[in-house]
Structures are given as structure tokens and as C-alpha cells.
């Protein structure tokens, strides 16, 4: 079944238009949802606005948007005033900058839609896709849909482009808000940090093999429900001791993989070996 497109826009760059189509690359499958019910019937309940003066119900037509610029103390603004300021969609995603693809830190990565070519820009797409996979560069563009602006990330993917949505710099928090102290590193520790590492280390990102098990709890449980059986809460899993001093976490971690390596190796062949065969009884008792 093909991607149902969201939307149309043109990638531009100096006199260069490309057609495009956008496709969201993702779908969120992270919770699952419930409502709130009147637990006496299991009714469905509405929200509704309140007055925190007069305690009075009060109709959406009879709102306004408020902005609080000091304690208790609003400007309030029409829908159409709100609009005045609204950027106008203009469907161009407009590249203002090449740069190379590991210079943009991940922090700053957010939704991300695939891009398509549009009808007559399939030549031009390739084009741009091959360019920037050869030059290792992606294109930082600005692009207004909704009523706002965006920075965005366009890059190369195996097959097509890929439009990442990102984060404005004052969106982003800097570590150095963070405490970390200054713990002092030994060569031994991290000697073992690195085996650690060197253990549990893979070559590819493989998502396949990463599951949300929450998720999955909630919805056989839900299921079950639906099912009209009981379902049957397991207790939580005691926490583990705590090992404090770090060279020797780091030991048993190492010891706990090595453990776990070795429950998982192939039993010998027995088909194979026959010394590991146990030795057959002849029929009437005779070995």
C-alpha cells in the first residue's frame, strides 16, 4: 500500500525548484490513551471551562486568548489578531546552507517526514539527493506551514530525502546547567569501561529489536479485559543492590555478560560426538 501524501511544497535553492510531496515517517505507537469515566456508570465525561472567579460555566464563543505578563495580570488578543502575526504558509522549503551532516548535533532533531518527488521534479530530486550523499552535506532550510515557522533539516537516506524538523537554538538547553561534578577518571576503570563496551557492542542500529514492554503489558492486559477475563497483576521486580564503588560494578558487569554468553552457547552435539552419548542398554537387559 502506497504513503498517503500530507502535503505539497518546493525545495529551493538559487534558481533551482524542486517539486516535492511530504510524507510523515513516522507514527507514534509510545501510549496508549484512556478516558476518564464516571466510575458509578461508566460514562464518558466532558470537559468544560470554569470561571476561577465566579465558579460560572463558560461557552468556547464567550473565550479569549490571555497572555500573563505578570502575576494574575493579562493582555488578551482576538482570534483574528493572533492570525495578523501568524507566518503565511508559503510552501517553499527554502535551503539557506549546506553543511555537513555530522555537524548537526541530534539534540536538536525533531518530527521527521519523508520528502517525494512531486509530478516533473523526479529528475531534479535524484539530483539533489546523489549531490549531497557524494558531498556528505545536508541542507538547513526554512519553512512556514500552520501559522509558523521552521528550521529544517534535509538529508539524504538510501532511496530518497528525508525532511527533519528542528529545534530553535533557544529551545535548547545547555549541559552546562547540569551539575557533574569533577570525579576524577583511573586508567583502570576505564580500561574496563571500554571491555564493557567492547561486549555489548553492535556494528548497525537494528530498531527491530528494541520493544516498548510497557506498551505491551497494557494492551495484553486490555485484551484480556476486553475478553471478559480477569487479569492478574505480577508483583514488581525488587531492586537490585546498589554496588557503589565503580571498579567493581564494573566487574560484575563484566562477569554478569560473560555468565549470560555462556548460558547462551549451543549444548554439544551429541549426533555429532559419540563420546557424549550415553551408552545404550541391549534389548533383554545385555549392555
Same mark, same amino acid.
Given at each position: 500500500m502506497s504513503a498517503r501524501s500530507l502535503a505539497t511544497a518546493t525545495v529551493s535553492f538559487g534558481l +533551482?525548484?524542486?517539486p516535492v510531496r511530504l510524507y510523515s515517517a513516522t507514527e507514534s505507537q509510545a501510549a496508549i490513551s484512556f478516558n476518564m469515566l464516571h466510575a458509578k456508570c461508566n460514562?464518558?465525561? /466532558? =470537559? *468544560?471551562?470554569?470561571?476561577?472567579k465566579d465558579g460560572e460555566i463558560v461557552p468556547r464563543e464567550e473565550t479569549v486568548k490571555g497572555y500573563e505578563f505578570a502575576k494574575d495580570q493579562y493582555v488578551t488578543f482576538t482570534d483574528d489578531e493572533v492570525k495578523a502575526f501568524s507566518e503565511p504558509p508559503t510552501k517553499l522549503i527554502e535551503i539557506a546552507q549546506f553543511v555537513p551532516v555530522a555537524k548537526v548535533d541530534p539534540i536538536y532533531f525533531d518530527k521527521a517526514y519523508f520528502l517525494g518527488p512531486d509530478k516533473g521534479g523526479e529528475k531534479a530530486y535524484k539530483l539533489l539527493a546523489e549531490a549531497m550523499k557524494e558531498s556528505g552535506r545536508c541542507a538547513l532550510a526554512k519553512y512556514a506551514v500552520?501559522? /509558523? *515557522?521552521?528550521?529544517?533539516? +534535509?538529508r539524504p537516506v538510501e532511496g530518497g530525502l528525508v525532511m527533519q524538523q528542528l529545534l530553535y537554538a533557544d529551545e535548547v538547553r545547555s549541559i552546562d546547567e547540569v551539575p557533574v561534578g569533577d570525579a576524577k577518571i583511573t586508567d583502570? !576503570?576505564?580500561?574496563? %569501561?571500554? =571491555?564493557? #563496551?567492547d561486549q555489548i557492542a553492535a556494528e548497525e542500529f537494528e530498531p527491530k529489536i528494541f520493544e516498548d !514492554? +510497557?506498551?505491551k503489558r497494557m494492551q495484553a492486559a486490555i485484551d484480556q479485559k476486553v475478553a471478559g477475563q480477569e487479569v492478574t497483576l505480577s508483583p514488581a521486580e525488587a531492586p537490585r543492590a *546498589? #554496588? +557503589?564503588d565503580l571498579m567493581e560494578a564494573l566487574k560484575a558487569s563484566l562477569a554478569a555478560k560473560g555468565e549470560a554468553e555462556? &548460558?547462551? %552457547?549451543? /549444548? &554439544?552435539?551429541e549426533r %555429532?560426538?559419540?563420546e557424549a552419548r550415553p551408552a545404550k542398554v541391549a534389548r533383554g537387559g545385555r549392555k
Open positions: +533551482v525548484s524542486i460514562s464518558r465525561l /466532558k =470537559q *468544560q471551562y470554569i470561571c476561577s500552520r501559522g /509558523k *515557522q521552521y528550521i529544517v533539516l +534535509v583502570p !576503570e576505564l580500561k574496563l %569501561a571500554l =571491555q564493557l #563496551i !514492554e +510497557v506498551r *546498589q #554496588i +557503589v555462556q &548460558r547462551r %552457547a549451543p /549444548k &554439544r552435539d %555429532a560426538d559419540p
